[in-house]
Structures are given as structure tokens and as C-alpha cells.
């Protein structure tokens, strides 16, 4: 009597094919959607378009290795933080410095009554000036405002993507708006 030949590799490899297919469509569905969103932050973190696409680029590599320990959520704040550290391990590779940005109290903190850059920003006067205005803040201030005012990130979710105290997020926030509301109170000083 002749023995059957069994394929338990086959079939084992044909449900590890299934799953790993799976997997893929599980982490496009969860990750895919939030591309803008990770972009939009990439651009303003590095200033520049070609920079931004690879931090996106090396931030999805990253999410999809490990996805697998991805528990659920949100998932648009776990991709912005994977980008967020994609780019900081970027600036920390090339030394490039931006982190040392500093915060010139002269010309962030002039306060003026005559502006409101919430208000510029919604109503999308002048979006040249306003990204200038943005550009021209330390990286810190950038990255919080950015966060909140373009992405729609509550105070707690910024503390968790940035990964600092929600007393940090709200101070750089305040900072942020006065450097915004000075830079556009010089320019339009300068223009008239």
C-alpha cells in the first residue's frame, strides 16, 4: 500500500499568503487616508517639498513594520507621530541644526491688538505671507501650531504625538501665535 504524500507547507504557506494579503489591505485602510495629513505636516517640518516626501516615505516604511503593533485608535495620530519621529531622526542623521532654532523675544513677542492670525489663517488672506509667517517660526512653535490649527489636533492629542506635557503644547501654542501675530504685524508696518 502506497502512503499519500501529504503538503502541509502548501497549505500553510498558501494561509500565511492569505494573511500577509490581509495585512496589507488592514494597514492601507488604516494608513492611506491620513497621507495628506502626513505630508502636510512633513512640508511644514522641513520646509521644502523633496524632504517632505521622504520623511512621508520612510514614516509609512516605518508604519507598515510595524503595524502589527499598531492596538487600534486613532490612527491618523499614530501615523503624524511616526512622521514627526521620521523627521527629527532625519535632522538628527544630517546634524543639520534646526533643532537649535532660537526664540528671539524681540521679534516673536511683539504683541499688536491691530491683528489676529487665527483669523488669517481661516480666512485664507494672503496664504503667502501666512506661510512666510509660519516658516519664520522656530521648529517647535511650527510644529505645534501646525498641529493645531491645520490638522485638528486637540491639546491632549499634540502632547501625545509630540510626546511632551500638555502645559509645553499650550505654552508653545501662546508663542507660537504671538510670533505669528508679530512677524504679520512687521510685514504689513513694513508695507504701508
Not at 510626546?163 to 501662546?174: D, E, K, Q
Request: charged share 30%; with cysteine.
Amino acid at each position: 500500500m502506497e502512503k499519500p504524500v501529504l503538503h502541509h507547507g502548501v497549505a500553510g504557506e498558501e494561509r500565511s499568503g492569505r494573511h500577509e494579503a490581509n495585512a496589507v489591505v488592514v494597514f492601507e485602510q488604516a494608513v492611506l487616508p491620513h497621507l495628506d495629513a502626513a505630508y502636510n505636516l512633513a512640508r511644514w517640518l522641513t520646509r521644502n517639498d523633496h524632504d517632505a516626501e521622504d520623511v512621508v516615505q520612510e514614516a509609512c516604511l516605518r508604519a507598515f513594520k510595524f503595524f502589527s503593533g499598531f492596538r487600534g485608535g486613532d490612527s491618523r495620530k499614530w501615523l503624524l507621530a511616526i512622521v514627526r519621529n521620521a523627521f527629527y531622526d532625519s535632522i538628527h542623521d544630517s546634524r543639520n541644526g534646526e533643532l537649535t532654532t532660537e526664540f528671539d523675544e524681540e521679534v516673536h513677542s511683539q504683541a499688536s491688538d491691530t491683528l489676529d492670525p487665527e483669523s488669517l489663517l481661516l480666512q485664507d488672506a494672503d496664504r503667502e505671507l501666512v506661510r512666510q509667517a509660519l516658516e519664520a517660526l522656530p521648529l517647535e512653535f511650527r510644529e505645534a501650531l501646525v498641529l493645531r490649527e491645520l490638522e485638528g489636533l486637540s491639546y491632549k492629542e499634540i502632547a501625545e504625538v509630540a510626546r511632551i506635557p500638555l502645559g509645553t503644547v499650550m505654552s508653545r501654542l501662546a508663542r507660537a501665535r504671538l510670533g505669528l501675530q508679530s512677524y504679520l504685524a512687521h510685514y504689513l508696518k513694513e508695507e504701508s
